[in-house]
């Protein structure tokens, strides 16, 4: 049994190479050029699954970061990137797929989208989602802030 190892910024997923699947398409034919040559791609698609072992895996090392977490007192910049990520999970947020440094929260009262950037958090409470927010509303936290006081700004709500 093989294992492949896929790596991120912020964790490594492993995966049993019995469950990967490749379909093969069809060589594509282009017009012959001036040359008289033709070109011929194959193209492969790599499809990938999780047992639940794996999945259980995943959540343990979820679970690790959030025990590795420093005190809530300290200020966020003294947090590693995967404590601050495994930190808004348990908080609610979900991370966009598109975009590693944005995540969304929905909250009965309110919905909101975080950025992570290089010197600040930026929260935006969106007036699309439930409540009766007239505009968006844009708040910016300094890293230089403990992790307990940004959470508790941000769980405050607009």
């Given at each position: ?14 995966f049993n190479t019995t ?59 003294s947090h590693s990137l ?77």
């Amino acid at each position: 049994m093989e294992t492949l190892t896929l790596s991120s910024i912020s964790s490594t997923t492993r995966f049993n190479t019995t469950n990967l699947h490749l379909s093969s398409f069809s060589p594509i034919s282009f017009p012959s050029s001036s040359f008289s040559t033709s070109l011929r791609t194959n193209r492969r698609t790599l499809v990938l699954s999780k047992s639940a072992s794996e999945e259980t895996e995943i959540t343990a090392v979820k679970d690790e970061w959030l025990k590795n977490l420093p005190d809530k007192k300290k200020p966020l910049y003294s947090h590693s990137l995967p404590c601050i990520e495994a930190w808004l999970k348990q908080l609610g947020f979900f991370q966009k797929s598109d975009d590693r440094a944005v995540w969304f929260i929905e909250k009965t009262d309110w919905h909101a989208k975080l950025s992570l950037d290089l010197t600040d958090l930026y929260i935006r409470y969106l007036k699309s989602g439930p409540g009766n927010l007239d505009k968006d509303v844009e708040r910016r936290f300094s890293y230089a802030l403990s992790r307990e006081d940004i959470e508790n700004a941000i769980l405050g709500g607009p």
